[in-house]
């Protein structure tokens, strides 16, 4: 455990040193569960998000995309029922005065347990929290005398409810008919829009509607850097189907989407899937596709199957037919939805998760060692990193025109300060799949040095043929 919780610092360290995630208004020492994305975290974040992207659109024909306002109706709120279901069981500290979230209470004093004795309170939590028992986690976690981090004491309140939803003013009268919220999941932006995509697009079911957009929530316990934010970005997206053939859809998402994870070529091993137990109020299955995280297997994606609920509740609220007419069988009905829904944020820690390694390269002569981000080449930042060997003898000049002629296709790098050596380890540091490097023999027969991240193999190629072989890599 403990290596790993220094894996996770000496990540976060990393995140931050090479400009991938910084704390959100640093100067004024930061604000809680709030994250900046840098010059690599930001080009990282838009490769996986462009990645999800055209795997959802692109390569399903039934599939289109959209993007939604943030703001929405308020009585779009009250229709999902997150006004008055959105919220989580929390308990506070007496004397410290800390509010925690029940279930992560419970699950933080579990990991200094057994591994036996641990997963029988976590089973009597998760028995507890189905029957939405507020007393019996009081009690549990008296009877397990859980402390408080802060007090050290075990002096707790009852157990509430808090709604996780921030609220805002929509302009200037402040009464209660104004009050509007920033959305806490992309996903109703999806459903109000639903006749609307389904007649413009003459979609027919069934078809998927995809998203990817900010959303927000009042997290009370934020913690695990990027993995629980109060503003992340959601990939959504909710496939409307025939009613009584959601299980089968269901099924089938939760495979594909499985396959979408391996298809970067993550180790298996790190995944695995999490049926719910408690059910949000919407759904009849759901499943998380968790990965091993340096603090354990955590949530990164949900697979719900959330019935006719939304659209139907939006039917009643609006009082507008919200149907579809099935030609196959000549049928009028309030399609069902099979969700997937991924957190961009929580897919880019477990990118650089997995990707972070600390490497010991030293000789019998020498020791040597090197931080390396062995990211999917399509992900990576930077693509290609070009560096002239020195900064005479014309050998800028041909890395300049390299640099123009790949820069169009794909993110490139030029650099000629430093030893090769070193400028091979910073690119090493933030990922880089292939670095070039042209020297005077570039001018003799026009071929470079490549090298490869992973192995740090290098070979000599053809200075022509440096273009087609890393677009090989990263299509
Ligand atoms: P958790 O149990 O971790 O709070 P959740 O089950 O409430 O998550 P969903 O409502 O299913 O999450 O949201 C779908 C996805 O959005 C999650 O799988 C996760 O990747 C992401 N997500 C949810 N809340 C956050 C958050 N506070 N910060 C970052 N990502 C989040």
């Known amino acids: 455990m403990s290596t790993d919780q220094n894996k996770f610092q000496a990540i976060i360290s990393h995140c931050k040193e090479y400009g991938f995630v910084f704390q959100s208004s640093e100067i004024y020492d930061g604000l809680s569960a709030v994250y900046d994305y840098g010059q690599y975290?930001?080009?990282?974040?838009?490769?996986?998000?462009?990645?999800?992207?055209?795997?959802?659109?692109?390569?399903?024909?039934?599939?289109?995309?959209i993007d939604a306002a943030i703001f929405m109706h308020p009585t779009t709120w009250k229709a999902s029922g997150h006004v008055d279901n959105f919220s989580d069981p929390m308990i506070d500290n007496k004397d410290s005065n800390k509010r925690y979230r029940v279930d992560h209470l419970i699950e933080g004093f579990a990991e200094t347990l057994p591994q036996e004795a641990a997963n029988a309170l976590l089973a009597q939590m998760d028995e507890l929290l189905k029957e939405n028992d507020f007393a019996g986690l009081k009690t549990l976690i008296e009877s397990n005398k859980i402390k408080c981090s802060i007090s050290g004491t075990s002096n707790w309140t009852d157990v509430r409810q808090f709604n996780l939803m921030f609220s805002t003013q929509l302009g200037s009268v402040t009464d209660e008919a104004s009050e509007i919220y920033l959305r806490p999941?992309?996903?109703?932006?999806?459903?109000?829009?639903?006749?609307?995509?389904?007649?413009?697009?003459?979609?027919?079911?069934?078809?998927?509607?995809?998203?990817?957009?900010?959303?927000?929530?009042?997290?009370?316990?934020?913690?695990?850097?990027?993995?629980?934010?109060?503003?992340?970005?959601?990939?959504?997206?909710?496939?409307?189907?025939?009613?009584?053939?959601?299980?089968?859809?269901?099924?089938?998402?939760?495979?594909?989407?499985?396959?979408w994870h391996l298809s970067l070529g993550t180790d298996p091993a790190k995944y695995q899937f999490k049926n719910h137990i408690k059910l949000a109020h919407y759904a009849d299955a759901a499943v998380d596709i968790e990965y091993e995280f340096p603090f354990g297997f955590k949530e990164v994606e949900g697979i719900h199957s959330r019935t006719d609920f939304d659209l139907k509740q939006h039917q009643e609220y609006s009082k507008k037919k919200i149907q579809y007419f099935d030609t196959e069988i000549n049928q009028n009905y309030v399609p069902y939805v099979i969700e997937t829904s991924i957190g961009l944020d929580r897919m880019f820690l477990l990118t650089i998760c997995n990707a972070y390694a600390e490497e010991d390269l030293s000789t019998e002569d020498k020791q040597d060692s090197r931080v390396v981000l062995r990211l999917p080449a399509k992900l990576a930042p930077v693509k290609l990193a070009i560096f002239?060997?020195?900064?005479?003898?014309?050998?800028?000049?041909?890395?300049?025109?390299?640099?123009?002629?790949?820069?169009?296709?794909?993110?490139?790098?030029?650099?000629?300060?430093?030893?090769?050596?070193?400028?091979y380890r910073r690119q090493d540091a933030i990922g880089t799949p292939f670095c070039v490097t042209i020297d005077h023999q570039t001018k003799e027969d026009g071929t470079v040095t490549i090298r490869h991240r992973d192995s740090m193999e290098q070979e000599r190629i053809p200075l022509s043929e440096v273009k087609a072989l890393v677009l090989s890599k990263i299509l």
């Open 388 to 423: 002239p060997l020195t900064k005479k003898d014309g050998l800028p000049e041909l890395a300049r025109e390299l640099m123009d002629d790949c820069k169009h296709a794909f993110y490139c790098f030029y650099e000629e300060k430093d030893a090769i050596g070193k400028r």
């Open 41 to 65: 975290g930001s080009e990282l974040k838009k490769n996986i998000k462009d990645y999800w992207w055209k795997s959802m659109t692109q390569l399903h024909e039934n599939i289109v995309g």
């Open 185 to 259: 999941e992309t996903a109703q932006g999806i459903f109000v829009n639903f006749l609307n995509v389904q007649k413009t697009g003459r979609m027919k079911v069934p078809f998927g509607i995809a998203q990817i957009g900010k959303a927000f929530r009042n997290e009370i316990v934020a913690r695990q850097f990027i993995f629980r934010m109060r503003e992340f970005e959601q990939m959504e997206m909710q496939f409307f189907v025939r009613p009584g053939t959601q299980q089968e859809w269901y099924e089938k998402w939760k495979e594909e989407r499985m396959q």
